[in-house]
T-cell receptor, first 114, second 115 residues
Framework: KQEVTQIPAALSVPEGENLVLNCSFT??????LQWFRQDPGKGLTSLLL?????REQTSGRLNASLDKSSGRSTLYIAASQPGDSATYLC?????????????FGGGTRVLVKP | DAGVIQSPRHEVTEMGQEVTLRCKPI?????LFWYRQTMMRGLELLIY????????DSGMPEDRFSAKMPNASFSTLKIQPSEPRDSAVYFC?????????????FGSGTRLTVV
């Protein structure tokens, strides 16, 4: 059974500082790993999807790395802005014969102070 | 494509009433997932479908919960009778491939309050 953990649960940084969000998973036989953003009272917005064959994926100020052997993924957000304040969730499926189910971490709640 | 569409956005109902949540997945996606989010338990998978067929409903909490997917463009999650502990945000998501190779797209959710 896949278990996904995100530490820390909450993070507060001043504007301009780089953010480092951690995600660990127990079943390394994953097809991919996905990072989402969730604003209060809103749905989930997909940020980055890293395939199992990739080591990292980049989109603008966001960079996500994947190390399957150690069961870890890290989301980096460069030069944080107040608009980056949200909860960030990582999710990993596990290889199953009949399709994949995403298992979510508990999320890291980020506050970027102006 | 308009993305995954859920309705209603908010639902307030009295305990004991039947509640039906609706989802329209992205056209061409052959996997559909229903998730529930609460502060205490985070995001939990309730059930998922492949090509309109329920594959795994082990996350459905009780027999009061049921889900159907009569066709590729529509799914419902029904709670009957509803209870206050069912209050949560219910999300629907769809995916293009079994491996989720193209990722998952979530709807905006239905916030259910049972009083």
């Amino acid at each position: 059974k896949q278990e996904v953990t995100q530490i820390p649960a909450a993070l507060s940084v001043p504007e301009g500082e780089n953010l480092v969000l951690n995600c660990s998973f127990t079943d390394s036989a994953i097809y991919n790993l996905q990072w989402f953003r969730q604003d209060p009272g809103k749905g989930l917005t997909s940020l980055l999807l890293i395939q199992s064959s990739q080591r990292e994926q980049t989109s603008g100020r966001l960079n996500a790395s994947l190390d399957k052997s150690s069961g870890r993924s890290t989301l980096y957000i460069a030069a944080s802005q107040p608009g980056d304040s949200a909860t960030y969730l990582c999710a990993a499926p596990a290889r199953e014969a009949a399709g994949n189910k995403l298992t979510f971490g508990g999320g890291t709640r980020v506050l970027v102070k102006p | 494509d308009a993305g995954v569409i859920q309705s209603p956005r908010h639902e307030v109902t009295e305990m004991g009433q039947e509640v039906t949540l609706r989802c329209k997945p992205i056209s061409g996606h052959d996997y559909l997932f229903w998730y529930r989010q609460t502060m205490m338990r985070g995001l939990e998978l309730l059930i998922y479908f492949n090509n309109n067929v329920p594959i795994d409903d082990s996350g459905m909490p009780e027999d009061r919960f049921s889900a159907k997917m009569p066709n590729a463009s529509f799914s419902t999650l029904k709670i009957q009778p509803s209870e206050p502990r069912d209050s949560a945000v219910y999300f629907c998501a769809s995916s293009f491939s079994p491996q989720g190779g193209y990722g998952y797209t979530f709807g905006s959710g239905t916030r259910l309050t049972v009083v």
